[in-house]
């Protein structure tokens, strides 16, 4: 799949993804489904391919994964799921609509 120039996969893991939420130095937020939990909302942060070979930047995605997913917070968005997806990792988070930091 692809909007515009941005290229995704159809899944990541379970997730039907959707769309793109947006994208950064390091990774992709995509929109996605959970089918498996009535078809939850979903945002999926994946490292980008070139900086997911990087052990440096690797570490750094999974490390923030792992302290995001200790934190309970009302303005922290809540980590579902992490896994590795044709050998890209990601993370599973809370979908919260509304303006980009950027904006």
């Not at 959970?34 to 994946?46: P, T």
């Not at 302290?67 to 980590?79: C, D, F, G, S, W």
């Amino acid at each position: 799949m692809s909007t515009g120039h941005l290229k995704f996969p159809e899944r990541v893991g379970p997730y039907r993804v959707e769309g793109v939420l947006g994208k950064g130095g390091m990774g992709l937020v995509l929109r996605a489904r959970d089918d498996r939990a009535g078809g939850r909302e979903v945002a999926i942060k994946l490292l980008l391919r070139g900086r997911g070979a990087e052990p440096a930047a690797r570490q750094r995605f999974l490390r923030e994964g792992a302290m995001l997913a200790k934190i309970r917070h009302a303005n922290v968005v809540a980590v579902h799921d992490a896994g590795e997806s044709e050998g890209v990792p990601y993370l599973v988070l809370d979908l919260v609509e509304g303006e980009s930091l950027h904006e």
